[in-house]
C-alpha cells in the first residue's frame, strides 16, 4: 500500500496563490500517474491536474493557464501550483496516485487538503 500525504491548503484571497504537495510512502511498487481532484461544496469530485510517469499533463479547462502540476520522482511527490486563484476553486483538494504491481493497477487517495478562496 502506498500512503499519500497532502501538504499547502489553506485560506488566500482571489487572486492569490498557493503550491500543495502530495508526498508518497510506504510501497516499492512504481507510481504511474499522480493527480490532483478537487470536490466542492454540492459537486462531484473532478479531475483538476495529472501529470503522467512520462511527463504528459492535463488540466481541467477551468484552471488552464492558471494551474501547473509537476513531479519530484527522486521524492515520489507531486505540486500543484495554483495562481490566479478564484472562489470557485474552493474545495477539497485530493491527491491521488497509481501503481503498478506487475499484476494490477492499484488505486490511492490522499486524506485531503481544504482550499478556500475568499473574494
Known amino acids: 500500500q502506498v500512503q499519500l500525504v497532502e501538504f499547502g491548503g489553506g485560506l488566500v484571497q482571489a487572486g492569490g496563490s498557493l503550491r500543495l504537495s502530495c508526498a508518497a510512502s510506504g510501497s516499492s511498487f512504481s507510481i504511474n500517474d499522480m493527480g490532483w481532484y478537487r470536490q466542492a461544496p454540492g459537486k462531484q469530485r473532478e479531475l483538476v491536474a495529472l501529470i503522467r510517469s512520462g511527463g504528459i499533463t492535463n488540466y481541467a479547462d477551468s484552471v488552464k493557464g492558471r494551474f501547473t502540476i509537476s513531479r519530484d520522482y527522486a521524492k515520489n511527490t507531486v505540486y500543484l501550483q495554483m495562481n490566479s486563484l478564484k472562489p470557485e476553486d474552493t474545495a477539497v483538494y485530493y491527491c491521488?496516485?497509481?501503481?503498478?504491481?506487475?499484476?494490477?493497477?492499484?488505486?490511492?487517495w490522499g486524506q485531503g487538503t481544504l482550499v478556500t478562496v475568499s473574494s
Open positions: 491521488n496516485a497509481n501503481t503498478w504491481t506487475g499484476i494490477r493497477y492499484l488505486e490511492h
